[in-house]
């Protein structure tokens, strides 16, 4: 079965940085967007960034200029860079892809279990 293992999360400081990793596997034959989404406590989930295969990106605003979404297509890869760190960063990350598997031959979005960020002093 497919798989998304994130990994990185952490308590830091504000201010400070942490890198964030979502690796997939299973039988993976191609993956279309990957993205990156929070869930504070007591809020909704909502989409922090996203990559589509040919490297395009989106941001939501509370981020921009601080955190930078990448991907290693060749390693099944994403990466979540956020610099600048603010208390209001803390939540639950969870990364998204949507995958083509030899278990299902069209796209499906696949959910990590999630890694928790906390910033705070």
């Known amino acids: 079965q497919v798989q998304l293992v994130e990994s990185g999360g952490g308590l830091v400081q504000p201010g400070g940085s942490l890198r964030l990793s979502c690796a997939a596997s299973?039988?993976?034959?191609?993956?279309?967007?990957m993205g990156w989404y929070r869930q504070a406590p007591g809020k909704e989930r909502e989409l922090v960034a996203r990559?589509?295969?040919?490297?395009?990106?989106n941001y939501a605003d509370s981020v921009k200029g601080r955190f930078t979404i990448s991907r290693d297509n060749a390693k099944n890869t994403g990466y979540l860079q956020m610099n600048s760190l603010k208390p209001e960063d803390t939540g639950v990350y969870y990364c998204?892809?949507?995958?083509?598997?030899?278990?299902?031959?069209?796209?499906?979005?696949?959910w990590g279990q999630g890694t928790q960020v906390t910033v705070s002093s």
């Open positions: 299973g039988n993976i034959i191609s993956i279309n967007t």
């Open positions: 998204n892809a949507d995958i083509r598997s030899y278990y299902r031959v069209s796209y499906y979005p696949y």
């Open positions: 990559i589509i295969s040919g490297g395009s990106t």
